[in-house]
């Protein structure tokens, strides 16, 4: 159970909350861990407060949150009273995947070959990416039924 639970974390990854919030798919200017000021000659590095108190950012929890949203069409996900984030701008994290959401979002990847791949390939993309889902979900049913058939 905690295998499928955990399927969600391969495209929706919790450490990358940075980069969704500042909707880093759209503006390309990642926002990173960290940032650095420089104060009176002095180079400060200003890490960005992580919620890991939160129970909403446990990896599992994070990535299933995401995905019911898009899922239900929620325009947002609350992790805590101060991190609310827009799930429009959160993209998956596989390559195949992202090249998906580029196209389907219409976003310029800032680079034509990426652009004209995602576009022209999408439907195989997505049959690719749909098929190997499946198949995985069959295997892995298949693996429990055969366990608890020996069990047995």
Do not use: C
Request: net charge positive; no cysteine; charged share 20%.
């Amino acid at each position: 159970m905690i295998t499928f639970l955990n399927l969600p974390s391969l495209e929706y990854r919790n450490f990358v909350i940075s980069e969704y919030q500042n909707k880093t798919i759209v503006t390309k200017k990642p926002l990173g861990p960290a940032s650095i000021q420089k104060e009176d000659n002095e180079i400060k590095f200003i890490l960005y407060e992580w919620p890991i108190y939160n129970f909403k950012f446990n990896n599992i929890i994070f990535s299933n949150l995401i995905l019911y949203s898009k899922i239900f069409e929620k325009n947002f996900i609350e992790i805590d009273k101060d991190l609310i984030i827009e799930t429009n701008f959160i993209f998956p994290q596989t390559g195949i995947g992202r090249l998906i959401y580029i196209d389907d979002k219409n976003i310029d990847s800032g680079h034509q070959f990426i652009n004209k791949f995602a576009n022209d390939l999408n439907i195989y993309l997505k049959i690719m990416y749909y098929l190997t889902v499946f198949i995985f979900l069959i295997f892995y049913f298949f693996s429990i039924f055969k366990a608890l058939k020996i069990k047995n």
